[in-house]
């Protein structure tokens, strides 16, 4: 079974910084591509960066240049440090696979103030 399990969410001000984490279980972590995606109120869930097997990363254009994805594949769990905060990056962030695109975890809520 698919277990995707984010944390690291919280308070922080403008030009903050925090750092999520997803442990995964119930998969071959170490051979799938990952990534974050994010939910803001009233909107709908958009992609935020990803991160191949192998390591290539892909993000998108509003977090590029302040976000970070990693993944350590020894600990099944993917990273996402996130430097340079904004209000607009309020959102509840979660992590999936494309390879099990239903499997969504709880999500981790990460809240801006300007």
């Known amino acids: 079974q698919v277990q995707l399990v984010e944390s690291g969410g919280g308070f922080v001000q403008a030009g903050g910084s925090l750092r999520l984490s997803c442990a995964a279980s119930?998969?071959?972590?170490?051979?799938?591509?990952m990534g974050w995606y994010r939910q803001a109120p009233g909107k709908q869930r958009e992609f935020v960066a990803s991160?191949?097997?192998?390591?290539?990363?892909n993000y998108a254009g509003s977090v590029k240049g302040r976000f970070t994805i990693s993944r350590d594949n020894a600990k099944n769990t993917l990273y996402l440090q996130m430097n340079s905060l904004k209000p607009e990056d309020t959102a509840v962030y979660y992590c999936?696979?494309?390879?099990?695109?239903?499997?969504w975890g709880q999500g981790t809520q990460v809240t801006v103030s300007s």
């Open positions: 999936n696979t494309p390879r099990y695109p239903n499997s």
């Open positions: 119930g998969i071959m972590f170490s051979i799938y591509a």
């Open positions: 991160i191949s097997s192998g390591g290539s990363t």
